[in-house]
């Protein structure tokens, strides 16, 4: 399975992605922590990114956390995207605390 290198623009951490694996996933083994994580699904909006540059396949996100306006601008949840060339990302949250 292809692997793409994945860089976080915030921390300049960089980690190998494989095409088959969320990006949000390959970041927590590579023991990097650019990106706040939370629920691994799609389901609290934490990991949300804005992808600079790159291709990737991205699973159904929720309207709640992405709008298709954020959605078309590359805004997306890194836990719902797999890598498809090397890609550039922008964390948009910086922390893990939970927002109430
Ligand atoms: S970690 Fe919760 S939406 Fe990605």
Request: aromatic share 2%.
């Amino acid at each position: 399975m292809p692997r793409h290198l994945v860089s976080i623009e915030n921390t300049g951490e960089e980690f190998l992605c494989e095409e088959s694996v969320p990006v949000l996933l390959a970041m927590e083994s590579a023991m990097r922590h650019g990106i706040p994580v939370g629920c691994r699904n799609g389901g609290c909006g934490i990991c949300k990114v804005e992808v600079l540059s790159g291709e990737f396949a991205a699973r159904v996100m929720s309207r709640a956390h992405v709008s298709l306006e954020e959605q078309v601008a590359g805004h997306v949840l890194s836990c719902r995207i797999r890598p498809r060339s090397a890609l550039r990302l922008r964390a948009l949250r910086t922390t893990t605390r939970k927002e109430v």
